[in-house]
């Protein structure tokens, strides 16, 4: 919604948090009869060319088809996104039946004093921009969007649980929200194909394609036509079959249970509003969720695979009441927010499990038998799967301004022509030629001068890339983002699943052992490799639980456990004796994780997943707890492999169901048999949360099967009426700096930092463990505990290590990276220093050489005046001396320095006093990277100097940890606006809000297109970025090879008619279609084949079309083909043999000396600029690789000599060509080898050169300009520089990467 409000205004701008959409500037405009007759009356004098004008550019229109208003009176509105693209759409009117303000306009954003009561809202003003519904605030005269609407009355959960309870409400929000269906309409191929003809292009062809016509050059303009007719057929055919999958991924219509006006009911899933409770448990259609909603009640098992690419399932857990008050979609979005992402339910999504509040045991897929409920907070296309459709449908346009240069480059070329068109048109006419002729001569002039087949040309050099890419596995949904993959800068990966191997393998933990008499300190024990070695550590009661009698089945105490890594995960061995403890780690293991089952299968994080099965215990899958707090336990965990076990539940529910005076009462064949065993209840769960790093449980000891007294020998139930016992455990895990805060420093050993960082900075993933006693408390005061009261005081026990492997492609493909000077930086939510060691084995961070900074905060991170102090990683802890150098960073400027402490010195003014600590700061010049966390990324995003600090860091760090999915953005955004092209590459897991900001996003998935990120690879390894990069380069570089190809190329046969015009003359009718049709075409598209180069090159392709060397190519190449047809114009007339020309303009008959020469010299000039221009190394394979390129080439070349040297008369009058005698061919053949020598040596050598030269040239006159610093530069003037010169210089060279907007490179200058 709208941050700040103003009175009404002639125009104002939206915000719109939406992925492809940020601010709309919207200007009101209002119709009147006088203004609308005489638009039509103009449209319909100028023969539709003003109606033309103003469809192409709509504000033309609007101003003149209507007055300015302000936007609460206008009936049009004009609306310009970020990007100056600009549309009208009308203002439509709607009644509500007794609707508030409310009901349409979140409080904080409608102006209405505080306090005050409902304001009355009779009638909505609103339009329609690309799918998103902007309705006019009659309090602030502004449109708003509804996109991050919330109910005032959404501040408890038992409040929202009734529903909706007046059906007005019902009735006002269907009319504001609209139906709940992303309707994606289909448009009429009518309408279709009328856009198509009248769009500019496509007038232009069909403008020269009726001067073609009546030239009676019937061949090319057949052909054009045809090509035009099967790219509007084409192109129609793509947007329906594109439109008909998104209308089969968005169609999800069912019956769904609903609650409203106090009652359930049924009712189809169209009709739902934001406030409607559902019954997740009861959907149809597959069990796909209808809209966006929170859940309120019970849990639920989500597959969100179609919208972030993630294959686990995950697991939904209820919102609280304090996060249900504090709900604001504006602040945050739900598909971009971990926390949010753990009761939020996406539409589109799947319902694969589901489990009532009142339920014990597994999840259920019956959908029948348990009740959870959800709250509606978002409707059709307000949904996330709303937004990414509209993200499909209205693509972000590409900051890539190649396109934009070709159209300039069209432009400038009819510019051109019109010059060389009145030059022909004043000789023809003083000639005396009829006007016709005069015309059909000149205007023959555009048609030849500006390619029109230009776009497609372009348009088969990327298709060629996307073909070869769908057969790697790697799927394009956006074309135009091909070209911009050449340009990529920096390379942004996520690290797990990416970088490194899926999951995580748990290689053992370490267990503290407490002080005893024998050893005061508390230490940790030597890794373990098995669970079933915590038994063999001495213990005290504080660090193991006590159990009943567990039998044969009880871990045993094996004096002989190995520790090695070797052992795998779960391995328990059968113990031979009977202990009466089990460690409260290995409790913890079995108990503190969101593990839940479907069908047998366990379903939860991979690292949750892997520490459960390490433990060797196991989930009970039945619906009963087996304890006496039955229907109060959310999950069960116990020993595995008890065998006995089961067979005593069902013989204790046997005789639970019997009567005592029963005959048939079960007694055991021995009474040693008596066993009892031990469960472990979750009562209570915390679940994990980005912004505090841990998770908790409360548990209870459940012991099942305890023998009765009364007959000594039969396993009774326990009732559930018994009073549940008031003693509690609590477990929790998470990141070790968190958890160590929440513990007693009594029972966490000294050398436990120290450990952690030892483990860190060799790359293991470590979890810590603690736990917490609680005594006889009730069962409802426990209930009622907050978070901070049970996660606070507790007991270390430990930590659990894990190992990331990378995958085996990481390590080449980042060396490709690197030495293609392709920055690779690697974003993850893991610790630093374990991401650090991960950049370090992958190659991201450079070696043991380079140090390696860290920060950490000195004062609240929360407060601007805090400080960072960056560390070295490696460095050494500060000798304790009086003086102490080290190096390190300055915390604002991010330079290195020697810092000289200063302490216990006296001062040499006053003996008696020492001199205060200081730092003396010598600044020196070392290589050094960083790594960022999360926390320190915000702090200086909103507090520091963004050129001298935050810039600096962002070109210095290479690992950012601790990254929310939010601040993956941030980064992504941040480079960009440095300058960088920036790629992220991710598994699509809370990372599509990256992928969708990066100017190259590429998802990791199995599915071959999806809606995360522009590309996808089916292929789970990042191999397929550096296949992505160099096909982007090869695409550019084809793309720019055919622009360049097509530009020169017509202006080669512009050249050719202006010369013969001189005579009076022109090229015959057989000629053009032999260039265009023969020569043109078949090269134009096969030079486009050429495919990428086997390696990336450390220097990018050139990213402009409007960059010296592209323009002194092409200016170059003209004036050499230009030179060599008049120089082989005037040389046949002075030979012996040279007769004047008899031409016949009104006949057509051209055949003469002057026309056959150039003609044959020009079929030579347009292949050898094609050889020139099929750039090969270092970006595309060379261009004899191309086959069919060379054989085509071959065959025109050898055709091109056949008509200069060998031709029979009857080929040379079938293409309209005169006889020369042999000295004249021989003449021909000499001019066009002269030609290839020249087009070649210009194009290496020449050409680059010359750029170099004037590029420097251009700096060297900029820098004599009186400069400026802008918003960008914040130099000290160049002072460190020698001479006045120099300085110049640098100030010249700064300001010309400002120009182009590269002001990382000012960044780099300043820190070196």
């Known amino acids: 919604m709208l941050n700040s409000f103003y009175e009404a205004v002639l125009e104002h701008d939206v915000d719109v948090d939406d992925i492809e959409l940020e601010v709309l500037r919207l200007r009101g405009f209002k119709t009147t009869t006088a203004r609308l007759l005489l638009s039509r009356l103009l449209f319909i004098l100028s023969l539709g060319s003003v109606y033309l004008f103003c469809r192409w550019v709509p504000s033309a229109g609007a101003y003149l088809k209507a007055s300015r208003c302000t936007v609460d009176e206008a009936d049009i509105i004009c609306v310009t996104d970020e990007w100056n693209e600009t549309v009208l759409v009308p203002v439509e009117v709607a009644d509500l039946d007794e609707g508030a303000l409310e009901d349409i306009f979140n409080v904080y954003g409608s102006g209405r004093p505080n306090g005050a009561g409902p304001s009355p809202f009779r009638q909505i003003r609103f339009c329609n921009y690309k799918d998103i519904k902007l309705i006019l605030n009659p309090v602030t005269k502004r449109f708003e969007t509804i996109l991050n609407w919330k109910d005032s009355c959404w501040g408890h959960t038992d409040n929202v649980k009734e529903g909706i309870a007046k059906s007005e409400r019902v009735t006002n929000r269907a009319s504001v929200f609209g139906e709940n269906q992303i309707n994606i309409h289909q448009p009429h191929p009518l309408g279709m194909i009328v856009d198509e003809i009248l769009d500019p292009f496509f007038m232009f062809q069909v403008a020269c394609m009726v001067q073609w016509f009546m030239d009676e050059y019937s061949s090319y303009g057949n052909f054009i036509l045809v090509i035009s007719l099967i790219s509007m057929v084409t192109s129609i055919a793509e947007t329906r079959e594109k439109v008909r999958r998104l209308q089969k991924m968005c169609l999800h219509v069912g019956r769904v249970n609903v609650k409203r006006l106090g009652a359930w009911i049924e009712i189809s899933s169209t009709e739902l509003v934001p406030g409607d409770i559902i019954e997740v448990s009861n959907l149809e259609q597959q069990n796909v969720m209808p809209c966006d909603a929170v859940l309120l009640e019970g849990t639920c098992i989500i597959n969100e695979y179609v919208l972030t690419g993630e294959s686990s399932p995950i697991s939904k857990n209820p919102i609280s009441d304090f996060e249900l008050a504090n709900l604001n979609f504006s602040e945050e979005d739900p598909s971009n927010s971990r926390l949010m992402s753990r009761w939020f339910l996406f539409s589109g999504t799947k319902v694969i499990g589901v489990r009532g509040s009142d339920s014990v045991g597994n999840f259920q897929d019956s959908f029948s038998k348990q009740r959870v409920l959800a709250l509606v907070v978002r409707t059709g296309i307000n ?6 459709i509209r993200s499909i449908l209205y693509p972000k346009p590409t900051t890539f301004k190649y396109i934009r240069d070709s159209f300039s480059y069209l432009l400038i070329l009819t510019a051109v022509a019109l010059i060389c068109m009145l030059t022909t048109m004043y000789r023809f006419s003083s000639a005396g030629y009829p006007l016709d002729v005069t015309l059909l001569r000149s205007f023959d002039l555009i048609t030849i001068t500006v390619p029109i087949t230009l776009p497609a040309t372009i348009a088969v050099g990327v298709g060629f890339s996307i073909l070869r890419l769908q057969k790697l596995g790697i799927f394009c949904i956006s074309a135009a983002r091909v070209n911009v993959c050449g340009q990529v800068e920096v390379m942004c990966f996520d690290k797990t699943g990416t970088l490194t191997q899926e999951g995580l393998d748990m290689i053992g933990f370490r267990c503290v052992v407490p002080s005893s008499l024998n050893n005061p300190k508390s230490h940790f024990t030597s890794i373990l490799s098995s669970a079933s070695d915590a038994y063999d550590i001495p213990r005290s009661s504080d660090t193991a639980l006590p159990l009943q009698r567990l039998g044969r089945h009880a871990p045993s105490r094996n004096p002989n456990a190995s520790v090695s890594f070797s052992t795998q995960e779960g391995d328990y061995r059968p113990p031979s004796d009977s202990p009466s403890t089990i460690p409260k780690i290995v409790a913890a293991m079995a108990s503190c994780h969101s593990i839940k089952i479907l069908n047998g299968e366990l379903i939860g994080d991979p690292v949750d997943k892997k520490m459960f099965a ?28 008890n065998s006995d076990f089961k067979e005593a539940l069902r013989d204790s529910v046997i005789v639970a169901m019997t009567p005592v005076s029963s005959p048939t009462t079960l007694t055991p064949t021995t009474a040693g048999n008596s066993k009892t065993f031990t469960e472990i209840g979750v009562i209570r769960s915390f679940e994990f949360g980005s912004h505090l790093r841990r998770m908790s449980v409360i548990t209870r000891r459940l012991n099942f099967g305890t023998p009765s007294s009364s007959t000594g020998s039969v396993f009774e139930f326990p009732l559930s009426g018994q009073r549940p016992s008031k003693d509690f455990d609590v477990y929790c895990k998470g990141a070790p700096e968190v958890i160590i805060s929440l513990c007693d420093p009594a029972t966490v050993p000294t050398d436990c930092t120290h450990l952690l960082r030892r483990y860190a900075h060799h790359g293991y993933h470590v979890i810590a463990i603690a736990t917490k006693s609680i005594r006889n408390m009730s069962w409802l005061k426990l209930m009622r505990m907050s978070r901070e009261q049970v996660e606070s005081n507790m007991e270390f026990l430990g930590f659990l290590v894990f190992e990331n492997k990378i995958k085996p492609a990481t390590e080449a493909v980042v060396k490709h990276l690197n030495s293609a000077k392709i920055r690779p930086i690697m974003c993850t939510g893991d610790n630093v220093l374990t991401a650090v060691s991960v950049a370090r084995e992958s190659g991201i961070l450079e070696g043991d050489g380079c140090r390696v900074f860290v920060p950490r905060f000195e004062g609240d991170c929360r407060d601007a005046d805090a400080v960072i102090v960056w560390e070295d990683v490696d460095q050494d802890a500060r000798k304790t001396s009086n003086i102490n150098m080290q190096l390190e960073l300055d915390p604002v400027t991010l330079k290195p320095v ?32 960083l790594a960022v966390s999360g926390e320190v990324f915000s702090w200086m995003l909103e507090y520091s100097d963004k050129m001298k600090s935050f810039f600096r860091m962002l070109i210095k760090a290479q690992v950012f940890a601790r990254m929310s999915p939010e601040q993956k953005k941030q980064l992504v955004t941040s480079l960009q606006e440095l300058g960088y092209t920036v790629g992220f590459c991710g598994d699509g897991a809370n990372d599509w809000g990256a992928l969708q900001a990066a100017d190259v996003g590429v998802s990791l998935s199995e599915v071959e297109l999806s809606v995360a990120a522009p590309f996808t690879s089916k292929y789970n390894s990042i191999a397929c970025i550096v296949t992505l990069i160099r096909e982007g380069r090869s695409a550019l570089v084809t793309s720019f090879g055919s622009c360049k190809y097509m530009v020169v190329n017509s202006l080669i046969q512009c050249t050719s008619v202006l010369l013969l015009n001189t005579i009076y003359a022109n090229l015959a009718d057989n000629q053009f279609p032999y260039v265009d049709l023969l020569i043109t075409v078949p090269v134009a598209i096969f030079m486009s084949e050429s495919g990428p180069h086997a390696t990336l090159d450390m220097k990018r392709p050139t990213s402009s079309l409007r960059s010296k060397k592209v323009i002194f190519s092409i200016l170059g190449q003209i004036l050499i083909q230009t030179c060599m047809q008049i120089a082989v114009f005037f040389a046949v007339r002075k030979m012996p043999f040279y007769t004047a020309p008899q031409v016949s303009v009104a006949d057509g008959v051209y055949r003469c000396y002057e026309s056959t020469s150039v003609f044959l010299l020009s079929t030579f000039q347009y292949l050898f600029t094609a050889i020139v221009y099929c750039d090969g190394a270092p970006y595309r394979e060379d261009f004899w690789q191309n086959k069919r390129f060379v054989l085509t080439l071959t065959f025109l070349l050898s055709l091109s000599v056949y008509l200069t040297l060998f031709a029979s008369e009857d080929a040379l009058l079938f293409v309209d060509l005169a006889t020369l005698p042999l000295e004249g061919r021989l003449l021909v053949m000499l001019f066009a080898a002269i030609d290839l020598l020249i087009t070649s040596a210009a194009e290496v050598w020449v050409i680059p050169i010359f750029s170099k030269m004037v590029g ?45 907007g590269k002001f990382y490179k000012i960044v780099e200058q300043d820190l070196e």
């Open 1256 to 1300: 420097w040239a251009m700096i060297e006159y900029s820098s004599y300009e009186e400069s400026f610093e802008e918003e960008y530069d914040y130099d000290d003037g160049a002072s460190w520089l020698e001479s006045e010169r120099a300085r110049r210089r640098y100030r010249a060279i700064r300001k010309k990467w400002r120009a182009k």
């Open 898 to 929: 020697i810092a000289i402490k200063t302490t216990d010195i006296e001062d040499p003014d006053e003996p008696q006093y020492f001199a205060p600590e200081r730092f003396i700061e010598v600044e020196v010049k070392d290589e050094y990277q």
């Open 383 to 388: 949904t996330t799967m709303g937004s990414l």
């Open 614 to 641: 390490f433990s060797g215990w196991e989930i009970d899958d039945s619906s009963s707890t087996g304890s006496d707090v039955q229907g109060f336990t959310s999950l069960v965990v116990r020993p595995s492999g």
